[in-house]
């Protein structure tokens, strides 16, 4: 309105007063550290999606996005030797459209902002922070002291002691064929002869209107740097096999092509990289092996520990996740909703199919976790299972329809008109009287949402259609608003993979 008050935005699924806690502590940018094939894309995917359901605007600029954009896919190893003058300028100009761009959100309409590049040089990493620094009115939080400070610009091109150094061994000797890198940072580094735009301190003379980008007063910026340090030769294997194969830069490459110029690629990087050391003065997590082990450093406040606790939970492997509702029960049948009804004749035969299905793809001694809700319906869907016994949790009961428990949603539209009308006005919103709404539903879910990053074993969930509307929205990254419309049929199993520029989703009909 006229008098600068702030506009109303949509609330995300898991919203439960994270925004407050975000406007206190202000922005926060995510930059991740690595080598290629190391995870980091597929690791800010799922950061990514988790802080939109926490209610945290959060979006992904990833350097190499803007390198294909602006040159094209395609570009072999050499472009990124840290000796290619031309190219280092080049790649430098990407880094900084991709901040711009990054910053720009940040004003504008994001809480978070992950910077997805290898950032594998201390140089690459203090131009990052210097930047922010000049883009952001007020100072780094203490876990950023020093961001002109503390961070000395590599020499040469020799990594630190500790520095990660391992590549795929099938082809070590192409790497190592490669001469030592000098100069500045590969792909991370911001190269010895890129200068460093100056800026004016954006916020500095921002008045506290409305329409001023980052006029609110705690618009200051924390910056925490997310490495990831893979030892595992086969875990590098498969990233290598699941992404970068696959990648727009090799679709005119045969895999052996591919692999031998994605290894020189990686040694490139190799021989200048760097590993976050507390003397950078900035709060920084590594994640070894993604799960087995990880560091942290100045991670004090309440969006990080929230932070913290997901990437403690985060595995990257990609495992089916296969969803179904429960067979047609009894109350399905008469069209009543909720309930504890057992199945229908039709709802037996489907969980027979299921069971037969399952059993063919997950042979005893496979592993396959299972998952129902505490209610008949999905343990008797579950029944015909031979070799996996399932585990039941309350939370993924269906969603309470309080005091509309077991009525058509006619006899609601004809004796409850202001109910029904609420509900098609806002389904996402709307709750049932004495029950739950959709959000309910999502904040329920959250241990659920953890557990799923965390196991690393195939998951089969029998469950109802509320619950698995939210479960395939967080899955997908989907708008809160969509998840109520979202299709989940009868007699229809998904598997839902992720990936790490998303999940791949296939529906098999069983009925």
Not at 431 to 436: A, I, V
Not at 457 to 480: E, F, M, S
């Amino acid at each position: 309105g006229a008098g600068g008050a702030p506009r109303a935005r949509q609330a995300s699924p898991g919203e439960t007063g994270t925004e407050a806690s975000s406007r206190r502590e202000g922005k926060l940018v995510l930059a991740m550290v690595g080598l290629p094939a190391r995870g980091k894309t597929s690791i800010a995917f799922k950061l990514r999606r988790h802080l939109n359901w926490m209610g945290m605007r959060t979006e992904i600029y990833n350097v190499g996005n803007y390198r294909r954009k602006l040159l094209g896919a395609g570009q072999e190893h050499g472009f990124f030797d840290p000796a290619n003058a031309a190219a280092m300028a080049q790649r430098q100009a990407m880094a900084e459209a991709a901040l711009d761009d990054m910053v720009l959100g940040l004003r504008t309409k994001l809480d978070v902002a992950i910077f997805d590049a290898t950032n594998t040089t201390r140089e690459r990493r203090a131009w990052l922070r210097r930047r922010l620094d000049e883009e952001f009115s007020d100072p780094p939080e203490p876990g950023c002291e020093g961001a002109d400070g503390g961070a000395e610009e590599a020499s040469g091109g020799g990594a630190a002691a500790g520095a990660e150094r391992d590549w795929v061994d099938v082809t070590a000797a192409a790497a190592a064929a490669e001469a030592p890198a000098s100069g500045g940072g590969a792909g991370g580094g911001a190269g010895g002869q890129a200068a460093v735009r100056p800026r004016a301190r954006a916020g500095s003379n921002a008045s506290a209107t409305s329409d001023t980008p980052c006029a609110d007063p705690e618009s200051r910026c924390q910056l925490v740097f997310i490495e990831s340090i893979c030892t595992d030769e086969e875990m590098i294997r498969a990233n290598v096999r699941e992404t970068k194969l696959k990648s727009p830069d090799y679709k005119d490459m045969t895999e052996q092509e591919a692999v031998k110029d994605f290894l020189r690629r990686i040694g490139h990087y190799v021989a200048v990289y760097q590993s976050v050391e507390d003397d950078e003065d900035c709060a920084y997590v590594k994640l070894i092996d993604v799960g087995r082990k990880l560091v942290a450093h100045r991670m004090a406040g309440f969006l990080k520990a929230r932070l913290l606790f997901f990437l403690s939970n985060l595995r990257i492997a990609p495992k089916p996740i296969w969803v179904t509702r429960h067979g047609e029960s009894e109350f399905n049948v008469r069209e009543l909703i909720g309930g504890d009804s057992s199945l229908s004749s039709r709802g037996v035969a489907y969980a027979r199919r299921l069971g037969a299905y399952m059993d063919k793809h997950y042979p005893p001694g496979t592993p396959l976790t299972v998952w129902t809700s505490t209610l008949r319906r999905t343990q008797q869907t579950a029944s015909f299972l031979k070799f996996h016994r399932p585990i039941a949790w309350r939370n993924l009961d269906e969603i309470d329809a309080g005091i509309c428990d077991g009525r058509t949603y006619e006899w609601i539209a004809k004796h409850m008109p202001k109910e029904y009308e609420a509900r098609k006005n806002d389904k996402y919103r709307y709750r049932y009287p004495q029950g739950e709404s959709y959000q309910d539903l999502a904040q329920r879910l959250e241990p659920i949402m953890l557990e799923l990053e965390r196991i690393d074993t195939p998951i089969l969930i029998i469950a109802h259609q509320a619950i698995l509307r939210v479960i395939l929205g967080y899955l997908h990254d989907k708008d809160p608003q969509q998840c109520p419309s979202l299709s989940v049929p009868l007699h229809t199993l998904t598997q839902v993979t992720p990936k790490a520029y998303g999940v791949e989703e296939v529906r098999i009909s069983l009925g």
